[in-house]
T-cell receptor, first 115, second 114 residues
Framework: AQKITQTQPGMFVQEKEAVTLDCTYD???????LFWYKQPSSGEMIFLIYQGSYDQQNATEGRYSLNFQKARKSANLVISASQLGDSAMYFC????????????FGQGTTLQVKP | DVKVTQSSRYLVKRTGEKVFLECVQD?????MFWYRQDPGLGLRLIYFSYDVKMKEKGDIPEGYSVSREKKERFSLILESASTNQTSMYLCASSFPTGSGNTIYFGEGSWLTVV
């Protein structure tokens, strides 16, 4: 069965510093996709970044980058130059390879950016 | 910009009421989803639809039904609301299954059943 594990319930980072949010996954499928979402306190789930299992390079989107280590089955999110607006819950997710194509989510990490 | 719109952000309903949560997407996506999110339980899939009038049960369909009469609209129905259905509900949509197809979410609907 596919599974996503986020071991950090909460993280603090100083404004303007970089932070890494951990994510490990488990799947027996050779083809899979990994996603990171941000959920502010208002509730909406905002797509941040995507990494495909066959992608040769780590994905980047502005201040977000994904440190993809396939052999270790890890897909950590790196946020550079943290801003106060980055304070939110962050979810790592994997797209299910079955019929539904649903997302399987980790438990999330709450990030607080300190001024 | 992609857009998934949920009609109600905050609702308070009484036990036993019939509740409709509406979701509309403007991206011509085939797939639509309803999740609920609860502290400590994470996000759980309620129902899924891959085409008009097609639906499949997710992980926790009990007490819910859905309707997809048009491609852009996916409705979640609580036939007789109960207090244990107090939760945050998230609608999502995407192109068909494929590991690279991003799933986009709406803003969420906070439902309280009293």
């Amino acid at each position: 069965a596919q599974k996503i594990t986020q071991t950090q319930p909460g993280m603090f980072v100083q404004e303007k510093e970089a932070v890494t949010l951990d994510c490990t996954y488990d799947t027996s499928d050779p083809s899979y996709g990994l996603f990171w979402y941000k959920q502010p306190s208002s509730g909406e789930m905002i797509f941040l970044i995507y990494q495909g299992s066959y992608d040769q390079q780590n994905a980047t989107e502005g201040r977000y980058s994904l440190n993809f280590q396939k052999a270790r089955k890890s897909a950590n999110l790196v946020i550079s130059a943290s801003q106060l607006g980055d304070s939110a819950m962050y979810f790592c997710a994997m797209r299910d390879s079955g019929n539904t194509g649903k997302l399987i989510f980790g438990q999330g990490t709450t990030l607080q950016v300190k001024p | 910009d992609v857009k998934v719109t949920q009609s109600s952000r905050y609702l308070v309903k009484r036990t036993g009421e019939k509740v409709f949560l509406e979701c509309v997407q403007d991206m011509d996506h085939e797939n639509m989803f309803w999740y609920r999110q609860d502290p400590g339980l994470g996000l759980r899939l309620i129902y899924f639809s891959y085409d008009v009038k097609m639906k499949e049960k997710g992980d926790i369909p009990e007490g819910y039904s859905v309707s997809r009469e048009k491609k852009e609209r996916f409705s979640l129905i609580l036939e007789s609301a109960s207090t244990n259905q107090t939760s945050m509900y998230l609608c999502a949509s995407s192109f068909p299954t494929g590991s690279g197809n991003t799933i986009y979410f709406g803003e969420g609907s906070w439902l309280t059943v009293v």
